[in-house]
């Protein structure tokens, strides 16, 4: 099974400012079959960025992910009010999908 | 717009079966360009995938709850279904049901809003 450790566990910070989250794999995620959800309080995840890198319909530029192999990042640049949030990283490159323990995105 | 729905009991008592079911409306479930999954989060805790299934009936489990869940397809309903057994507090959680484009995305793309399902006497 492949272990995700989401880094940090809790990022503090300020409507403007950029956000940096990371992600990171036991072994190789196969094809880069790597995403990235936002979380909101009592809501399902929502899709951000699939592929490692790729956005969802709909997602503003403002996310982006990079990474491959073991090592997965996701930046949000100019954070909004609507990006404070839980975020989960999850790899489908090997069975049993599995998803990473988290990242809280926090107003400071 | 493809929509997901869970719908089953919101309490189980210990040692029974939890029975739930999602229907899919907006598309067919028996496109071949997805797998249907369920997942689970407990209160305040992350994501665990529970397991999928094609619309061929083949199935896929994760090995922590292999020996318990069976997930299986309707398709002349749109719907697919999971039933774990042989619950304990420990599988009290809200359960997803979720979609993968298994042809470009490989991720779930699609949710159902969750339904909380509490085990208790």
């Known amino acids: 099974e492949i272990v995700l450790t989401q880094s940090p566990g809790t990022l503090s910070l300020s409507p403007g400012e950029r956000a940096t989250l990371s992600c990171r794999a036991s072994?190789?995620?196969?094809?880069?079959?790597l995403a990235w959800y936002q979380q909101k309080p009592g809501q399902a995840p929502s899709l951000l960025i699939y592929?490692?890198?790729s956005r969802a319909t709909g997602i503003p530029d403002r996310f982006s992910g990079s990474g491959s192999g073991t090592d997965f990042t996701l930046t949000i640049n100019r954070l909004e009010p609507e990006d404070f949030a839980v975020y989960y990283c999850q790899q489908y490159g090997s069975s049993p999908v599995t998803f990473g323990q988290g990242t809280k995105v926090e107003i400071k | 717009q493809v929509q997901l729905h869970e719908s089953g009991p919101g309490l189980v008592k210990p040692s029974q079966t939890l029975s739930l079911t999602c229907t899919v409306s907006?598309?067919?479930?028996?496109?071949?360009?997805?797998?249907w999954s369920w997942i689970r989060q407990p209160a305040g805790k992350g994501l665990e995938w529970i397991g999928h299934?094609?619309?061929?009936?083949?199935?896929n489990y994760n090995p922590s709850l292999k020996s318990r869940v069976t997930i299986s397809v309707d398709t002349s309903k749109n719907q697919f279904s999971l039933k774990l057994s042989s619950v304990t507090a420990a599988d009290t959680a809200v359960y997803y049901c979720a979609r993968t484009d298994i042809v470009g995305v490989w991720a779930f793309d699609y949710w159902g809003q969750g339904t909380l399902v509490t085990v208790s006497s």
């Open positions: 299934i094609y619309t061929s009936g083949n199935t």
């Open positions: 907006g598309g067919s479930i028996s496109s071949g360009s997805y797998s």
């Open positions: 072994q190789s995620v196969s094809n880069n079959y």
């Open positions: 592929g490692a890198s």
